[in-house]
Every structure is written in structure tokens, then in C-alpha cells.
């Protein structure tokens, strides 16, 4: 587990910085201070003397003579003066800082304004302009000053040049820094047609590409603009995020009558081969205007010299219920290339793209937090360049940021080491034997077990685990006041579940269903490896609450459909004849008709742990009796495969039966069911889902993957909590894979769950407010479509931080005030704050009783 926390803490600390950059967060020094640009990186048209060379230009240094300065009699001459800075790799730059010299009082020579060109390939320069067109930068009024400048439009640049504009009577030298990221997107230019023009509601409203830096002509070639600047449009395109420009700023448009063949053609050229993975496109949607997403992109690609004759085709789903702007995520298909041309079909009378970022295989972590190299001057730490003041105050900052970092690595240390501490006491007093199991494990497995378990800890401890307390073989009625159950530990791959220190030695434990971790891909072949023996007794069918489960005969099983891969084996669709007989009750009154069920089998080849987990589940199952929670109905254990019958809603899961559906207008009737939905039904499916997770934590019993994909329909909007998601291939794509091992469902999970690995009943509660959000939204869309898997792991992070700037799922459309404030409470950053399933499930239920009355 512990490696699993180094990682998530790697990405969060580098996750802003990934291939689709945020410009109020990609502010880092990119190494004139720090040390990591190397003094062979730094060159100049001329110097005063070798004192004032170009290495000497670094911001807040006073070695040499203190500054750059060009050659007098050079400058006199020419206005083309310039300090130029290799970053090595392609940047995006946000932010410039400049000095002047000043030498410890010896020095008084600045720039009082000067100019930026750059180039991604040293060959095409390009001079920055603002938004307005304006060149020149206001500079130095002094020579000690730090002064910082937002470039607006960021740059991307491997080259970089600081061009002083000053009177030529004027001595000038210049200490400089550059502030950004690294440009993980590798995308060096995109060619496309010429934003249009269109009149609206009186306005004239330009969708050209104002800051396009290549070549613009009837198209725009070789250069990069506000598609690549980090700013995403609003809802409303006649809006900005940008004050005092005009209608249409932040979108590139085009309309559908100018392009006969239906569709706009853009080529991304890259900076090497790489392996792609998707590319995220923002468009606009008010199509009560005539504006939509695309209709289709069919993309082509080139490794070489030619485009490659198979191209990828994507069609997203049409939206006619919300006006909102959006990311639509176009799926690459791990493609080789450099070079990618895609045709976006309209699908209305215009089609506005914001922002286009890729993702591939390629992409790596932030490269400036790297450590200085061998030979440069010491580093400053850099913090935000918006907070440096002078000089005296940036030396005492950055003594107590030095001091805050070395306390943070002490406490670190110390909870690494009480963990270990932990662990090594805890490897002589764990116990992995139940009531029914009196396998006796090797020291191997022990070892095994050992290295894939968390590190438990007693009530007193620091540990970032809870006690949470599952259903176990002490299980009584709800009714009845409940034992303290055993503790749960989460694992990369497995659940453990160990007796509490204070319980009796003689207490069995048991081991509950892995929700939400799946299955490693080569757990079987780990298990059954050299030097690993398994000695077990037979284990007997665990009895439900009203007796043992019994043996339902195979032959009475149709299949119907392969629904995908569990955790212990196939998960399958069947029809199941006289199923009434075993349940001991009559279905709808109707005897022997065949019913749907879903069968989970296990492999045939699996060893006798595996074998285990399985009857546990089956233990667990067969207790658990409510109207909105799966029923296991029978079993099939007399042969082999082993199979546990279940029931199967004939409207399937949530997910898929609501995305197949749109609003119905309010005060409209509700005359074709089949492709509507009014919104009291939605909170009646939500209060349903809030009923089953209310029952679950009465019985301390935590799910740890609830979401829409894991609720099954029934007739009459019957909603049942299942846990068959994990098995669709076709919801692969919510699970965040770590190092190709354990997926997590982190979309869903709470900040303590990712960070700290704590799953509890309030982890549950914040993973409802997700559900409730899928339900209002129609699955319309996946949580936070707008951020990759490590921006979701980042985002987690300022949760934990908690200065306001995490980000929230928007408000759906149909959500009224009280529902959203339901919603919003249940991910609030202190986990006792969150309210229970108890009071969600008789908030939705009032609110579901004066939506009847209305």
C-alpha cells in the first residue's frame, strides 16, 4: 500500500501539469534561478564584457557583475539586442520575471520595457503579442525589483528571447526567469480552416482564432492559439472569460454552409512518434442557436511519410436536453503517430471548438521538479512567483518554506516507520482462518499475505486506516444490538479482514467481497506458484439467515448472455426454470415461469482459497434481505464450477437505462415512456438507492463501489444495489488502473479513500452524491469528464488541502436548490460532517412526497 501512496502522491504533485495544461496553475520557475537550465542553454546576440555574459542573466543573482548586458557599442547600433534562453524541450509559458543589475549598490542598469520572441524549432520566430496586438512589455523602474509579467496568451516555446526596447543613450542589463510547465501534449502546430463570422441576436461575433501564431491566410498552418492556451469557453459562446474582448473570444467557429462536404478537416503535427490514447475536444451545444458538438470525427494518422489508410471513427452522443459546453473525449485507440488529421462532421448549422489537448503514452511527470545539475549556482526554492516582493522578504519566505518542507519530511518519516513498526507486529498475531476454514498456510503464504496486506492498528493508533466494521459470522437482526465486528484493511488487490485486538481468540472472522478492487489479471498463477502449499479441509455451504441456501440444478439454467468477467470468474445472463420452488415463495403469482438471473461461476482451476472467498461471498450474500438490495436466490456448489444464482432486473443497469433516456419538460405528460423520464422519478429511483445503502449501514456494511452501473431496474423503476460493474468490460473506463494491478473506481471514491485508503459508510455517502448527480444528469456523461485520471487524484489533493480550489461536479440542470444542497453536503472535506443514509433516504423521501402532492 505504501508504494500505492507514493504514487497517487507523485501525480497529484505533477498532475497539474499534464498534457492538458490549467494557466493559473502552471506557474512553476523553470530553472534560471533553480539551476536546472544549464549555462550552455543560455546565449546572447552580445556582451559588455565576459563579466556580463549571457550565464549571468539569471533572476535574483549577483554573480559575475551582477546581470547580462549587451555590448554598448553594439546596442547603439541595432534594437535587436536579445538574451536567449534553450529550455530544451517544448514549454507552456505563462509568466516572465526581469532585474536589472544592481551589484550590491555597485550597478544601476535595467530594461524599462522590452519584447519576447520564441520559437518551438529554432528556425520560425515568433514575436508575442497580447490580446490587443500590443508588443512591448513594461519592464524595470529600478535594478533590484523583481518584475512579473502574465504572458496573455501563454506561449509554447522551446526557445525563448528577452529583446530590451530602451533609448539608446541608456545602458541595459537584464536578469530574467521564466515561469510554466512542461507541454507534455507534444503538439507543435494544427492546421485548419479560418474561423467565421455570424451574426446573433444583433451582435457580430467573431469565432476567428485571434492568437494563432502561424501563418493565417484563407486557413490557419503551421502554428498553435487559443485551441492549445488552457482556457475553456463558456456556455454562452457571445461570453468570455476574458474581460473587455468581443463576442465569440474564447471559441473557433465555423458554419456548415461554407464547407460543402459537411464537415472541417484540422492536421496536429506532433513533436516526435507517439502512442495516442485519446484527445479531448471542448465544444459548445447551444443548439437552441444552431450550434451542437461534432457529429462524428474520423481521424487518420501518419508515423511516416504517409497517412495510414485505417482511421479511427467516433460518434458522440447527440444531447438535446443540455445547452451546456462540454469535453467530448474522442477514444485513440493506442495509435503510433506523428501526426493526426481529423474531419469534424456538423451536426447542426455551426460547430465551435474551445480547447483540443491529446493524451498519449509518451506523456511523462513535470520535469522542473528535478533537482538542479552539477556546476550552477545554488537554488532559490520557488514557490509562487505572484508572492515575491523584494529581496529581503523572499529570503525569509523561503526559510520558512525550507523549514515547513523539513518538518513535513520529519512527520513523514515517522509515520512511515510507525507503519513498518506496525507491520512487523502485527505479522505474529494475524490470523486469515474463519470459523469453517482450518486451512493451515505455509510460510510462504504467510509471506505472500504479508507483503499484500495494509498495516492494521489498534483504537489508539495514527494509522490512515478505520476500523470499519463489515458483517460478520457474529452477524444478528438488525434489531438487535450488534458485536464488534472484525476490522477491515483495504489492499491493492484484497481484502483482509482480522479480529479486533479485544475480541477472543476462538471469534471467527470473515473475509467480504473485493467491490471495489478487482481482480489482479495473474492472482491465480501468484497463488499457485512454486513454494506456495494450501492445506484445507472441505468447507461446508454457509447457512443464510432462514437455513442453507439450496442446490439449484444446472439443467434448469438457459444462458442467455455473457455479461463479462468477475473476479473469480464469468459473470452470465440466464433464464432459470422453477426458480419459485427454491426461493419458497411465488414470484408475481405466477408459478414456474422461467425467470432472469444473473449466474456468477467460478473457475473451474481455481485453488482452494479462491474456492474460499467464493463460499464467503456466498455467506455474505445469503444474509442480506432487503426490497432494494440483490437477492441471492440458490446455489450450485454440489459440482464443479461453482456458481452463486442471483437475481437479474430485466431493465439491466442504471447507467445504460437512463442514458438511453432525456428529460421529460415539466408540465409536459409523459406519453412515450420509452425514451423519457420525468424528474420524480428520478428522485424515486434515488430514494431507492439511498433505502438499500440506509439498510447497508445499519449493518456496519460498507460497498466501497456504488454508482449507477452497480443498480439494476426493474418494472416499475424498481432500482436493486448489485456490484456487477466491476465485471463490464463495457465500464472498464471508470476504473483507474495503478501500475496495470489494482483499478479503483476514483471517480466515485472520496479524497480519504484515494489519499488515505479509508473506506467507511462515509466514503459510501460521498460516493451516493455521485450517483445521485449520474441519476439527475441521465449518465449523460462520466464524472468530471472534463479532467483525465490524474486530475481527478489532483483535484483529490486540494480536497485534503482544502484552500478552495477543488473542483465540484456542476449543478444538473433539473436539480433544485434542496437536492443540490443534499448533493453537495455529501462531499464535504470532514467526513463526520457528511450526513447519513438515514437522513438522505427522509430527505428524498419528503421531497419525493411534495413532488406527488404537486
Given at each position: 500500500?505504501?508504494?500505492?501512496?507514493?504514487?497517487?502522491?507523485?501525480?497529484?504533485?505533477?498532475?497539474?501539469?499534464?498534457?492538458?495544461?490549467?494557466?493559473?496553475?502552471?506557474?512553476?520557475p523553470?530553472?534560471?534561478t533553480?539551476?536546472?537550465i544549464?549555462?550552455?542553454?543560455i546565449?546572447?546576440s552580445?556582451?559588455?564584457?565576459?563579466?556580463?555574459?549571457?550565464?549571468y542573466?539569471?533572476?535574483?543573482?549577483?554573480?559575475?557583475?551582477?546581470?547580462?548586458?549587451?555590448?554598448?557599442?553594439?546596442?547603439?547600433?541595432s534594437?535587436?539586442?536579445f538574451l536567449?534562453i534553450d529550455l530544451?524541450?517544448?514549454?507552456?509559458?505563462?509568466?516572465?520575471?526581469?532585474q536589472?543589475?544592481?551589484?550590491?549598490?555597485?550597478?544601476?542598469?535595467?530594461?524599462?520595457?522590452?519584447?519576447?520572441?520564441y520559437?518551438?524549432?529554432g528556425v520560425?520566430?515568433?514575436?508575442?503579442?497580447?490580446?490587443?496586438?500590443?508588443?512591448?512589455?513594461?519592464?524595470?523602474?529600478n535594478?533590484?525589483?523583481?518584475?512579473?509579467?502574465d504572458?496573455?496568451?501563454?506561449?509554447?516555446?522551446?526557445f525563448v528571447?528577452?529583446m530590451?526596447?530602451?533609448?539608446?543613450s541608456?545602458?541595459?542589463?537584464?536578469r530574467?526567469?521564466?515561469?510554466?510547465?512542461?507541454w507534455?501534449?507534444?503538439?507543435v502546430?494544427?492546421?485548419a480552416?479560418?474561423?467565421?463570422?455570424?451574426?446573433?441576436q444583433?451582435?457580430?461575433?467573431y469565432?476567428n482564432?485571434?492568437?494563432?501564431?502561424g501563418?493565417v491566410?484563407?486557413?490557419?498552418?503551421?502554428?498553435?492559439?487559443?485551441?492549445?492556451?488552457?482556457?475553456?469557453?463558456l456556455?454562452?459562446f457571445?461570453?468570455?472569460?476574458?474581460?473587455?474582448?468581443?463576442?465569440?473570444?474564447?471559441?473557433?467557429?465555423w458554419?456548415?454552409?461554407s464547407?460543402?462536404?459537411?464537415?472541417?478537416e484540422?492536421v496536429?503535427?506532433?513533436?516526435?512518434?507517439?502512442?495516442?490514447?485519446?484527445m479531448?475536444?471542448?465544444?459548445?451545444?447551444?443548439?437552441?442557436?444552431?450550434?451542437?458538438?461534432?457529429?462524428?470525427?474520423?481521424?487518420?494518422?501518419?508515423?511516416?511519410?504517409?497517412?495510414?489508410?485505417?482511421?479511427v471513427?467516433?460518434k458522440?452522443?447527440?444531447?438535446?436536453?443540455?445547452?451546456?459546453?462540454?469535453?467530448v473525449?474522442?477514444?485513440?485507440?493506442?495509435?503510433m503517430?506523428?501526426?493526426i488529421?481529423?474531419?469534424?462532421?456538423?451536426?447542426?448549422?455551426?460547430?465551435?471548438?474551445?480547447?483540443?489537448?491529446?493524451q498519449?503514452?509518451?506523456?511523462v511527470?513535470?520535469?522542473s521538479?528535478?533537482?538542479r545539475?552539477?556546476?550552477?549556482?545554488?537554488?532559490?526554492?520557488?514557490?509562487?512567483?505572484?508572492?515575491?516582493?523584494?529581496?529581503?522578504n523572499?529570503?525569509?519566505?523561503?526559510?520558512c518554506?525550507?523549514?515547513?518542507?523539513?518538518?513535513?519530511?520529519?512527520?513523514?518519516?515517522?509515520i512511515?516507520?510507525?507503519?513498518?513498526w506496525?507491520?512487523?507486529?502485527?505479522?505474529?498475531?494475524?490470523r486469515?482462518?474463519?470459523?469453517?476454514?482450518?486451512?493451515?498456510?505455509?510460510?510462504?503464504r504467510?509471506?505472500?499475505?504479508?507483503?499484500?496486506?495494509?498495516i492494521?492498528?489498534?483504537?489508539?493508533?495514527t494509522?490512515?486506516?478505520?476500523?470499519?466494521?463489515?458483517?460478520?459470522?457474529?452477524?444478528?437482526?438488525?434489531?438487535q444490538?450488534?458485536?464488534?465486528a472484525?476490522?477491515?484493511?483495504?489492499?491493492?488487490?484484497?481484502?483482509v479482514?482480522?479480529?479486533?485486538p479485544?475480541?477472543?481468540?476462538?471469534?471467527?472472522?470473515?473475509?467480504?467481497?473485493?467491490?471495489a478492487?478487482?481482480?489482479?489479471v495473474?492472482?491465480?498463477?501468484?497463488?499457485?506458484?512454486?513454494?506456495?502449499?494450501?492445506?484445507?479441509?472441505?468447507?461446508?455451504?454457509?447457512?443464510?439467515?432462514?437455513?442453507?441456501?439450496?442446490?439449484?440444478?444446472?439443467?434448469?439454467?438457459?444462458?442467455k448472455?455473457?455479461?463479462?468477467?468477475?473476479?473469480?470468474?464469468?459473470?452470465?445472463?440466464?433464464?432459470?426454470?422453477?426458480?419459485?420452488?427454491?426461493?419458497?415463495?411465488?414470484?408475481?403469482?405466477?408459478?414456474?415461469?422461467?425467470?432472469?438471473v444473473?449466474?456468477k461461476?467460478?473457475r473451474?482451476?481455481?485453488?482452494?482459497n479462491?474456492r474460499?472467498?467464493?463460499?464467503?461471498?456466498?455467506?455474505?450474500?445469503?444474509?442480506?434481505r432487503?426490497?432494494n438490495i440483490?437477492r441471492?436466490?440458490?446455489?450450485c456448489?454440489?459440482?464443479?464450477?461453482?456458481?452463486?444464482?442471483?437475481?437479474?432486473?430485466?431493465?439491466g443497469?442504471?447507467?445504460?437505462?437512463?442514458s438511453r433516456h432525456?428529460?421529460?419538460d415539466?408540465?409536459?405528460?409523459?406519453?412515450?415512456?420509452?425514451s423519457?423520464?420525468?424528474?420524480?422519478?428520478l428522485?424515486?429511483?434515488a430514494?431507492?438507492?439511498a433505502?438499500?445503502?440506509?439498510?447497508?449501514?445499519?449493518?456496519?456494511?460498507?460497498?466501497?463501489?456504488?454508482a449507477?452501473?452497480?443498480?439494476?431496474?426493474?418494472t416499475?423503476?424498481?432500482?436493486k444495489?448489485?456490484?456487477?460493474?466491476?465485471?463490464?468490460n463495457?465500464?472498464?473506463?471508470?476504473?483507474?488502473?495503478?501500475?496495470?494491478?489494482?483499478?479503483?473506481?476514483?471517480?466515485?471514491?472520496?479524497?480519504?479513500?484515494i489519499?488515505l485508503?479509508?473506506?467507511?459508510?462515509?466514503?459510501d455517502?460521498w460516493?451516493f452524491?455521485?450517483?445521485?448527480?449520474?441519476?439527475?444528469?441521465l449518465?449523460k456523461?462520466?464524472?468530471?469528464s472534463?479532467l483525465?485520471?490524474?486530475?481527478?487524484?489532483?483535484?483529490?489533493?486540494?480536497?485534503?488541502?482544502?484552500?478552495?480550489?477543488?473542483v465540484?461536479?456542476?449543478?444538473?440542470?433539473c436539480?433544485?436548490?434542496?437536492?443540490?444542497?443534499?448533493?453537495?453536503s455529501?462531499?464535504?472535506?470532514?467526513?463526520?460532517?457528511?450526513?447519513?443514509?438515514?437522513?438522505?433516504?427522509s430527505?428524498?423521501?419528503?421531497h419525493?412526497a411534495?413532488l406527488?402532492?404537486?
Open positions: 500500500m505504501i508504494w500505492m501512496r507514493w504514487h497517487i502522491f507523485l501525480v497529484i504533485l505533477s498532475g497539474a501539469v499534464r498534457s492538458q495544461v490549467n494557466p493559473g496553475v502552471c506557474r512553476y523553470l530553472g534560471m533553480g539551476g536546472k544549464q549555462d550552455e542553454d546565449s546572447a552580445s556582451q559588455w564584457s565576459e563579466s556580463t555574459a549571457a550565464r542573466g539569471r533572476l535574483d543573482f549577483d554573480d559575475g557583475d551582477g546581470a547580462w548586458c549587451p555590448d554598448v557599442v553594439a546596442e547603439a547600433k534594437l535587436k539586442e536567449q530544451r524541450t517544448l514549454h507552456f509559458v505563462t509568466l516572465v520575471g526581469t536589472g543589475r544592481h551589484a550590491d549598490g555597485m550597478g544601476n542598469e535595467f530594461a524599462q520595457s522590452y519584447r519576447i520572441k520559437s518551438r524549432d520560425r520566430w515568433v514575436s508575442w503579442h497580447d490580446r490587443n496586438g500590443g508588443q512591448v512589455i513594461d519592464g524595470n523602474k535594478p533590484y525589483e523583481v518584475v512579473l509579467k504572458l496573455e496568451p501563454p506561449i509554447i516555446a522551446r528571447r528577452f530590451p526596447v530602451s533609448d539608446p541608456m545602458t541595459v542589463c537584464m530574467v526567469e521564466l515561469y510554466g510547465c512542461e507534455l501534449d507534444g503538439l502546430s494544427y492546421s480552416p479560418v474561423g467565421q463570422e455570424m451574426t446573433f444583433n451582435l457580430h461575433v469565432l482564432d485571434t492568437v494563432y501564431d501563418t491566410d484563407h486557413s490557419m498552418t503551421e502554428g498553435l492559439g487559443q485551441l492549445t492556451d488552457g482556457s475553456w469557453g456556455d454562452n457571445t461570453q468570455s472569460q476574458v474581460y473587455g474582448v468581443w463576442p465569440g473570444y474564447d471559441y473557433v467557429g458554419t456548415n454552409a464547407f460543402p462536404s459537411g464537415s472541417v484540422m496536429f503535427e506532433f513533436d516526435r512518434v507517439r502512442n495516442f490514447t485519446s479531448k475536444v471542448h465544444c459548445n451545444n447551444m443548439y437552441t442557436s444552431g450550434v451542437r458538438a461534432f457529429q462524428q470525427a474520423v481521424c487518420y494518422f501518419r508515423s511516416e511519410s504517409d497517412w495510414e489508410a485505417r482511421p471513427s467516433f458522440p452522443e447527440a444531447d438535446n436536453t443540455n445547452t451546456s459546453a462540454r469535453f473525449t474522442v477514444a485513440l485507440g493506442h495509435r503517430a506523428s501526426a488529421k481529423c474531419r469534424f462532421a456538423f451536426s447542426d448549422a455551426w460547430m465551435m471548438f474551445s480547447e483540443i489537448a491529446f498519449s503514452g509518451t506523456a511527470y513535470n520535469t521538479l528535478i533537482p545539475k552539477r556546476g550552477h549556482p545554488s537554488a532559490h526554492p520557488g514557490g509562487d512567483p505572484t508572492h515575491k516582493i523584494d529581496d529581503s523572499t529570503r525569509i519566505l523561503i526559510g518554506l525550507v523549514a515547513i518542507i523539513a518538518i513535513l519530511l520529519a512527520i513523514i518519516v515517522i512511515l516507520w510507525r507503519q513498518v506496525q507491520k512487523m507486529l502485527e505479522k505474529t498475531s494475524r486469515m482462518l474463519d470459523d469453517e476454514l482450518t486451512a493451515r498456510l505455509s510460510a510462504h504467510e509471506a505472500f499475505a504479508h507483503r499484500h496486506s495494509s492494521s492498528s489498534d483504537a489508539e493508533s494509522s490512515t486506516y478505520e476500523r470499519v466494521f463489515l458483517l460478520g459470522s457474529d452477524y444478528q437482526e438488525p434489531t444490538p450488534l458485536r464488534k472484525p476490522e477491515f484493511q483495504a489492499t491493492e488487490n484484497l481484502a479482514i482480522d479480529a479486533s479485544d475480541e477472543p481468540p476462538n471469534n471467527s472472522t470473515e473475509e467480504v467481497p473485493h467491490y478492487e478487482a481482480d489482479i495473474n492472482q491465480q498463477e501468484a497463488v499457485s506458484s512454486p513454494g506456495y502449499s494450501v492445506t484445507a479441509v472441505p468447507v461446508p455451504l454457509p447457512p443464510g439467515r432462514d437455513g442453507a441456501l439450496e442446490e439449484f440444478p444446472r439443467e434448469k439454467l438457459t444462458f448472455e455473457k455479461l463479462g468477467e468477475g473476479q473469480f470468474g464469468e459473470v452470465h445472463l440466464c433464464e432459470a426454470n422453477g426458480m419459485q420452488d427454491f426461493m419458497k415463495e411465488d414470484e408475481d403469482g405466477v408459478e414456474n415461469e422461467p425467470i432472469l444473473a449466474v461461476t467460478l473451474e482451476d481455481a485453488t482452494k479462491t474460499n472467498d467464493f463460499l464467503k461471498e456466498i455467506r455474505i450474500m445469503s444474509r442480506l432487503d426490497p440483490i441471492l436466490l440458490a446455489v456448489v454440489e459440482s464443479d464450477p461453482l456458481c452463486m444464482i442471483t437475481e437479474y432486473m430485466e431493465n443497469d442504471l447507467n445504460k437505462f437512463l432525456k428529460l421529460q415539466s408540465g409536459e405528460e409523459q406519453k412515450d415512456t420509452s423519457t423520464i420525468s424528474y420524480s422519478t428522485i424515486r429511483m430514494t431507492q438507492i433505502s438499500g445503502m440506509k439498510y447497508l449501514s445499519s449493518l456496519n456494511f460498507v460497498h466501497r463501489d456504488l449507477t452501473r452497480n443498480c439494476l431496474v426493474g416499475n423503476y424498481t432500482i444495489i448489485a456490484d456487477f460493474g466491476m465485471s463490464r463495457l465500464y472498464r473506463g471508470d476504473y483507474y488502473r495503478i501500475q496495470g494491478r489494482a483499478v479503483l473506481p476514483i471517480r466515485w471514491m472520496s479524497w480519504e479513500s489519499l485508503g479509508k473506506f467507511t459508510m462515509a466514503s455517502v460516493a452524491g455521485v450517483t445521485l448527480w449520474e441519476t439527475l444528469t449518465c456523461e462520466q464524472p468530471y472534463q483525465s485520471d490524474d486530475q481527478v487524484i489532483e483535484n483529490t489533493g486540494e480536497f485534503f488541502r482544502d484552500q478552495n480550489k477543488q465540484y461536479l456542476p449543478r444538473p440542470a436539480c433544485p436548490d434542496a437536492v443540490h444542497s443534499l448533493m453537495q455529501c462531499w464535504r472535506r470532514n467526513a463526520k460532517e457528511r450526513p447519513s443514509f438515514q437522513h438522505i433516504h430527505t428524498l423521501l419528503q419525493q411534495d406527488d402532492m404537486d
